[in-house]
């Protein structure tokens, strides 16, 4: 399969055949678990907007790794443009000597890394993401509390276009605590489908990602002109609430 360019999907899967010490601490650290393939599969086809011909998507990926999601949303949609935010400096490297080298007009690797410090300059019609599930201070100084997979889905929610659409990979448990339920529960539509006892298989790249079974669930969430992005003001920080407001007021301006 073609992705755009000279770069084939099986040539890539070949250049990810690497597990390292550091890949067991970023594991830890930055709960990096790289989308297996069988739910790369699930998200894309989740999307109502990659099976409808428009004439552009305009999409994110926030924690792009090396690019398993782009792969596949590219396998099925190239009539787009794809934002990718990737805080591991391996991982950008991957994805600046593959996939963006194969598809230089079609992806754009942002320079803010970190995801919980960037800034869009537009809206988005499909943010497509398999977020970390849990992110902990205490190995994460910079940090000031720990941060759930709801955390990233709530903040992109910021980031749509009105009809635009969320399609996401989280961890069951998180979709039950509270905050989180309720706004899940407050959305006009958000369609939840859970994946119980789930034998999690790494892709190539990911030999050490074999953690077990866990229960997730896919999230596909269409942001309605009824719906309150200011629901993201009532995280605690005042530092994400004041981001928050930029990042709304930039999208009322577009």
């Known amino acids: 399969v073609s992705l755009g360019g000279n770069l084939t999907s099986l040539e890539f899967d070949r250049t990810l055949v690497w597990v390292t010490k550091e890949k067991l601490n970023n594991v830890k650290r930055f709960q990096e678990f790289f989308t ?8 894309v086809n989740k999307s109502t907007k990659l099976a409808t011909e428009f004439s552009h998507l305009d999409i994110l990926e926030p924690s792009a790794g090396v690019g398993n999601l782009i792969i596949g949303v590219l396998k099925k ?3 787009c443009h794809i934002d990718m935010v990737e805080i591991q400096e391996d991982n950008r490297n991957i994805l600046k000597d593959t996939l963006i080298k194969a598809s230089p007009d079609i992806l754009t690797l942002k320079e803010e890394g970190d995801f919980l410090r960037f800034i869009p300059d537009k809206q988005y019609d499909l943010i497509i993401m398999n977020p970390p599930y849990h992110l902990q ?30 399609v996401a990979l989280v961890r069951y448990e998180n979709t039950q605590k509270t905050e989180y339920k309720q706004w899940l529960n407050s959305l006009k539509d ?18 050490v990602s074999k953690i077990g079974s866990i229960n997730l669930s896919v999230l596909r969430i269409t942001r309605t002109e009824e719906d309150d992005p200011t629901t993201l003001f009532k995280i605690s920080s005042r530092a994400e609430h004041q981001r928050a407001e930029i990042i709304l007021e930039g999208c009322a301006m577009d």
């Not at 958000?190 to 999690?200: G, P, Q």
């Open 190 to 207: 958000c369609k939840i489908v859970n994946y119980m006892d789930e034998k999690w298989q790494g892709s190539k790249a990911d030999d």
């Open 36 to 43: 297996p393939d069988k739910f790369v599969k699930i998200l």
């Open 137 to 166: 201070k205490k190995y994460i100084a910079s940090l000031d509390r720990d941060y759930y997979d709801l955390d990233f889905v709530m903040t992109c929610f910021s980031m749509l276009k009105v009809d635009g659409e969320i």
């Open 77 to 79: 949609y190239t009539n």
